[in-house]
T-cell receptor, first 111, second 113 residues
Framework: GEDVEQSLFLSVREGDSSVINCTYT??????LYWYKQEPGAGLQLLTY?????DMKQDQRLTVLLNKKDKHLSLRIADTQTGDSAIYFC???????????FGQGTELSVKP | EADIYQTPRYLVIGTGKKITLECSQT?????MYWYQQDPGMELHLIHY???????EKGDLSSESTVSRIRTEHFPLTLESARPSHTSQYLC????????????FGQGTRLTVV
């Protein structure tokens, strides 16, 4: 079945760039997503990328997609303390349209 | 701003009690989902629905049940709570025709003692 893998923790200093990585297994996924979860809150969609794209940029966020390696990354430029959260990578299951989530990467931003 | 609400936000309950977690959305979305989030953060799909009177089991087996009598509501019920049910439960919804974005509620943190 589909599987999405992420590293669990990332720690960066304020002002640095953060890169969160994700690998997935379903090559037929049409959409791949990045969600953010702040403490005690639900998930908030940050950005998504269509599978025929290699890159998508939205302000401080850059998503890179390598379809050959089934690798997705999220780069946050000029990381701020407010970016501290858990970031989930997800792919859309084309059979039922369900979202398959990774384990989440906890980003810690130190001042 | 997403209009999807879950109640209660926090619940501590004794073993053997029956509980219902509520989820409501005012966006007219046909698709609704329940995810269970482990203490280690991973989300697992436990139930989903494509519309009224449609309910399906997700990828993770769960002793909970759901119903979809109205488009807006997708309650989740545990007939007899156990400590192993302690978790965070997240409800989400999306449209049938364009679910590029699923909107999530704030979650219900359930503790069974």
């Amino acid at each position: 079945g589909e599987d999405v893998e992420q590293s669990l923790f990332l720690s960066v200093r304020e002002g640095d760039s953060s890169v969160i990585n994700c690998t997935y297994t379903d090559s037929s996924s049409t959409y791949l997503y990045w969600y953010k979860q702040e403490p005690g809150a639900g998930l908030q969609l940050l950005t998504y990328i269509f599978s025929n794209m290699d890159m998508k940029q939205d302000q401080r966020l850059t998503v890179l997609l390598n379809k050959k390696d089934k690798h997705l990354s999220l780069r946050i430029a000029d990381t701020q303390t407010g970016d501290s959260a858990i970031y989930f990578c997800a792919e859309k299951d084309n059979q039922g349209g369900k979202l398959i989530f990774g384990q989440g990467t906890e980003l810690s931003v130190k001042p | 701003e997403a209009d999807i609400y879950q109640t209660p936000r926090y619940l501590v309950i004794g073993t053997g009690k029956k509980i219902t977690l509520e989820c409501s959305q005012t966006m007219g979305h046909d698709k609704m989902y329940w995810y269970q989030q482990d203490p280690g953060m991973e989300l697992h799909l436990i139930h989903y629905s494509y519309g009224v009177n449609s309910t399906e089991k997700g990828d993770l087996s769960s002793e909970s049940t759901v119903s979809r009598i109205r488009t807006e509501h997708f309650p989740l019920t545990l007939e007899s709570a156990r400590p192993s049910h302690t978790s965070q439960y997240l409800c989400a919804s999306s449209t049938l025709t364009d679910d590029t974005e699923a909107f999530f509620g704030q979650g219900t943190r359930l503790t069974v003692v």
